[in-house]
């Protein structure tokens, strides 16, 4: 019995090698692709009966419940590979394939390359033509109170399968329509789903997130946590949104450094900068983790030339930075701001030098261009030549308080003004008035310090950088603390002859009275450079307006 059964088996394998032997260089028998028969065909026979004979539907209908749809197949159809089909048909199958081959026919299909994404463009589009979208759940902040939309069911077209059937379809080369099913998009909640989607949401209220890079800084509030939700939890795909937001006024290239002197001025200077990318995932992680501030974090590239490679002046460090606001000045302040600015542009200090911040401006006054704006004078708010140069001096004092350099002269104002504490405490101001108040530091760096300052006239912002060599040190300034305030007197209202009757000018504005003290400690190691202590006197400030009495 066994004899039998091993001469059966051999003459099988003797059979089929023979078989074999016979086709070599064609396609072996029994092979079919989309109907065509290609079998004891060489692969150029082959190449040539199947481009003759497989015909793609010129058009294709897809019925959603009696509802036919017509589509072109050029539309979606970019290539019938007939090379790599043949050579498929031609490879086909192991050993005990071809030997399955003698007994069963194959139909392969052909190798046809379709843009998904024009089919999935056309499926949508009828999907939405005869089915109900759903209306998914989301939650809202009115009036400080959690709204939920519970949703909506829908129907669509199951676009998965009508995908797979539509490949197939075409491949195959015969069928003129296909019948596309569909099906339920669940996205209702139920009561219980309802509450808890409320009860997350409701925790997120007056939840805010601070995202931190230099001195820029981004809120996340809580109508942006609560948009990011779904009943499922944080949708990441929401975060990033808004993360590529923030990532388009962060990311940058590379900056290479620029340094050009004329007559000991820096007429051209762009630092090095390196190139900045947001690390968006990590930030969508510390998001969700809701922590009340964020770093953000971020991939640095280096540029090709550093500051250290165009200049013999040392500077090739950011030694400190100064910033302020001024929001609300009047047209002619701005102004005034900007041409102030623009005379500290490239200064170079050479070491041991003191600086003096009125001998550095230069003239104020309507011959040198300024114009008229609200100046500080004899214990009154008038308008002078220059008025918003103090904005200049503040801002440079808060850099060279950043860059641990010694301060040898400086004044607070009469009273607290409200540009100065615009994002920052009292205390941090410094005035000027030449010839009787100046503001002076020393460069005690042991090298030259480039003053850079850069003005942002759409936000109204002032921005000085120092820069020098790093010799070690460490600047620390101590948050302002307000030890004593005054109450100032009651508005004054005076009669003006100028003005009209009915009408009231204001002057003055009314401003608290303090004594303020911040502390500022310059390190070096061990070693104490600066332990100074800066105490301000404000003014109470009286409001004042004018009243007019002319008929």
């Not at 490879?91 to 994404?117: A, H, Q, R, V």
């Not at 190139?275 to 968006?280: K, L, Q, Y």
């Not at 401003?511 to 104490?528: L, M, P, Q, S």
Request: aromatic letters at 10%; charged letters at 25%; glycine letters at 8%.
């Amino acid at each position: 019995m066994l004899k039998r059964v091993l001469l059966v088996i051999a003459a099988i394998f003797l059979i089929f090698g023979i078989i074999n032997f016979a086709f070599i260089g064609k396609i072996f028998p029994n092979i079919y692709v989309a109907g065509v028969y290609l079998g004891n065909k060489s692969k150029t026979e082959a190449l040539s009966v199947f481009q003759k004979n497989f015909k793609v539907p010129e058009k294709f209908v897809i019925n959603v419940n009696g509802v036919k749809n017509e589509v072109l197949s050029s539309e979606i159809i970019t290539k019938i590979d007939y090379e790599s089909t043949i050579d498929r048909a031609y490879n086909y199958g192991d050993l005990n394939t071809k030997l399955n081959l003698i007994f069963k026919p194959i139909n392969l299909y052909p190798i046809i390359f379709i843009n998904e994404d024009k089919l999935l463009e056309i499926l949508l589009i009828i999907s939405g033509t005869t089915g109900t979208k759903p209306i998914y759940p989301n939650v809202k902040k009115v009036n400080g109170l959690v709204v939920v939309n519970t949703g909506k069911d829908g129907v669509e077209i199951d676009i998965h399968k009508a995908r797979l059937d539509i490949g197939m379809m075409l491949a195959s080369g015969n069928l003129k329509e296909i019948q596309v099913d569909f099906k339920e998009i669940k996205a209702s909640l139920s009561g219980f789903e309802i509450e808890k989607y409320k009860s997350t949401t409701e925790k997120l209220i007056g939840k805010n997130i601070e995202l931190k890079l230099d001195y820029d800084t981004f809120i996340i509030n809580d109508e942006d946590l609560i948009s990011f939700l779904t009943p499922n939890g944080f949708s990441d795909d929401l975060i990033r949104t808004k993360i590529l937001d923030i990532s388009r006024k962060i990311n940058r290239s590379p900056q290479d450094s620029v340094f050009i002197v004329e007559n000991g001025i820096v007429i051209e200077f762009t630092t090095s900068k390196d190139g900045i990318t947001v690390n968006e995932t990590l930030l969508l992680n510390q998001i969700k983790e809701l922590p009340d501030t964020i770093n953000i974090p971020v991939v640095k590239i280096s540029p090709k030339i550093k500051n250290e490679d165009v200049n013999n002046f040392g500077i090739n460090t950011l030694l400190g930075k100064g910033f302020s606001n001024f929001k609300g000045s009047i047209p002619n302040r701005i102004y005034n701001v900007n041409l102030a600015q623009s005379k500290f542009k490239g200064i170079l200090i050479p070491p041991d030098e003191t600086a003096s911040f009125n001998e550095i401006l230069g003239d104020v006054s309507a011959f040198t261009g300024y114009k008229s704006a609200y100046v500080i004078k004899d214990g009154k708010t008038v308008l002078g030549d220059g008025g918003g140069v103090c904005q200049v001096s503040t801002t440079l004092f808060r850099a060279v308080l950043s860059a641990g350099l010694p301060i040898i002269e400086r004044r607070a104002h009469a009273y607290r003004v409200g540009y100065y504490e615009q994002g920052f405490g009292p205390g941090l101001d410094a005035t000027v008035y030449s010839p009787t108040t100046d503001f002076k530091f020393k460069n005690d760096t042991g090298a030259h310090i480039l003053i850079q300052p850069s003005i942002d006239l759409n936000n109204l912002s002032l921005t000085f950088e120092i820069y020098g060599t790093n010799d070690g040190r460490v600047a620390t300034t101590s948050k302002p603390i307000i030890t004593s305030s005054s109450a100032p007197a009651e508005d004054l209202y005076q009669d003006d002859p100028t003005l009209k009757v009915g009408v009231i000018k204001q002057i003055e504005h009314r401003a608290y009275g303090a004594k303020v003290i911040f502390d500022y400690k310059v390190t070096r190691g061990e070693e104490i450079l600066i332990d100074q202590k800066f105490v301000s006197n404000y003014r109470p400030w009286q409001a004042v307006y004018l009243r007019g009495t002319a008929l």
